[in-house]
């Protein structure tokens, strides 16, 4: 049995909770692992169900070769969808329900692809030793102090290099095998006197690891905060606009009429995602919908309703970002810099043998990671106004609580399109 595991279950229960399942071991009632058991079940029945869908999603960072390039990508694994989510900048750009997974592929150094049913496999690290003779324009023996400069401008490795040199990191075979070594370096291809200089560099790993989240950690917090202020706007502007919400009164009063004509029960609301359907749905006249009935009984009765668009502005373009997938975005922040903080640590070198160099590179260091701690800080403060916000919105409009904003946002970002189109076909 895991004991942490155990030690963390039961020290979230109240004392009272704790003695009951301990009487009940000791009387032999239940054993060691059934008291486990029902001591998770204590603690799941108590917490919020927000936080239990939060605890079933798990964030990593990978990186995916496009376009000549490797980016940077968030793979969620959601266990309570079961689907594999691939999010850039938090937009969902793929999603791969759990069933269509066939299997993982894992090798040396970072490179895995994950198999699918049906489809081409997901490559997210491939190593090519035609990629890797091309891995610099600097010279092996200047790679160490490379290490101690953060920026490329400031004479740093580029993002490139970096990205190179963690694919092709020494493994324990291949450190064994260049230390064995013993000729002079300059015998060796090029290639190998980059190897055997990595072999030589310790935790070479973490290194690499820190100066590419130092350089990335601000950048991915300003792609996000434009997107996180947009989906707040986005909930007040629906929170505050009274013209849709009659709008919506309309419409619900058009299917109710409807249903009385074919003899259902009246409807007490509908689905946002209905709206979409408003332009599909025709009368004998196959170039009159339902919508260009909304939009005459509008102009006719209230035209002042036909402005609505104008409470709703972001919704002009289709909001790409969702509050799943910015969610995870800001949860993987947190985890690089919680890294990038234990990194330092890892390797900071004592103050009596620290050389200026080193000593610069980790006062230069700690000034960022408390900047970009401000600045994770606020952007965090920002992610829960909208969770807040969005939640507000989705129980004022009836919606599911685990409808995303994506898809709620997109479906009203296009009914404003087509209602716009439609006003200008009916408007003489």
């Known amino acids: 049995m895991d004991n942490t595991r155990t030690a963390d279950t039961f020290s979230q229960l109240s004392q009272e909770k704790i003695l009951k399942i301990m009487n009940m071991v000791k009387n032999k009632e239940v054993s060691i692992e059934g008291a486990l058991h029902l001591a998770q079940k204590e603690v799941y029945a108590g917490k919020d169900p927000q936080d239990l869908l939060t605890g079933s999603q798990f964030n990593f960072i990978i990186y995916k ?10 793979l969620q694994l959601d266990f309570s969808s079961r689907t594999i989510f691939n999010i850039e900048k938090g937009t969902i750009r793929k999603q791969f329900p759990f069933s269509q997974v066939r299997g993982c592929e894992d090798s040396e150094r970072r490179r895995f692809s994950i198999l699918f049913h049906g489809r081409q496999h997901y490559e997210l690290e491939a190593v090519s030793l035609d990629d890797k003779r091309k891995s610099f324009r600097i010279k092996p023996s200047e790679l160490k102090d490379k290490l101690f400069i953060i920026h490329e401008e400031s004479g740093g490795l580029t993002d490139e290099q970096i990205t190179a040199l963690r694919r092709y990191l020494p493994t324990p075979k291949d450190a064994e095998r260049y230390l064995s070594f013993k000729g002079p ?7 190998d006197q980059f190897m055997l200089e990595m072999c030589k560099i310790p935790q070479l790993g973490q290194r ?23 989906n707040i706007q986005a909930s007040r502007q629906l929170q ?3 013209k849709f919400v009659a709008v919506l009164e309309y419409i619900l009063a058009m299917g109710n009429h409807l249903n009385e004509k074919a003899g259902k029960e009246v409807a007490k609301g509908f689905r946002l995602s209905s709206l979409a359907k408003l332009s599909l749905l025709r009368g004998r006249d196959r170039t009159f919908t339902l919508l260009h009935a909304l939009v005459e009984q509008i102009l006719l009765h209230q035209p002042e309703l036909a402005t609505f668009p104008q409470e709703l502005t972001e919704f002009e373009a ?37 050389t200026p160099q080193e ?26 106004e909208m969770k807040k916000l969005y939640s507000n919105v989705l129980v004022r409009f009836g919606e599911p609580a685990d409808l995303d904003s994506q898809e709620l946002f997109g479906g009203i970002s296009s009914f404003i399109c087509e209602f716009r189109k439609t006003c200008a076909e009916v408007t003489p």
């Open 208 to 230: 690499l690891d820190l100066l590419l989240s130092v350089r990335e950690l601000p950048e991915s917090i300003r792609d996000l905060e434009p997107l996180i202020i947009q």
């Open 359 to 384: 000593s610069q590179f980790c006062k230069e260091l700690k000034d960022l990671i408390q900047k970009y701690e401000g600045d994770l800080s606020q952007l965090s403060k920002r992610c829960e």
């Open 240 to 242: 505050s606009s009274p």
């Open 65 to 74: 070769y496009k376009h000549y390039r490797w980016q940077k990508r968030i």
């Open 318 to 354: 289709v909001p790409d970002a969702s509050m799943k997938g910015l969610s995870a975005e800001v949860d993987v922040l947190k985890k690089e810099l919680e890294n990038l903080v234990q990194c330092r640590r890892l390797l900071k070198p004592k103050a009596s043998k620290a």
């Open 185 to 191: 370096c300059s015998e060796l291809h090029v290639v």
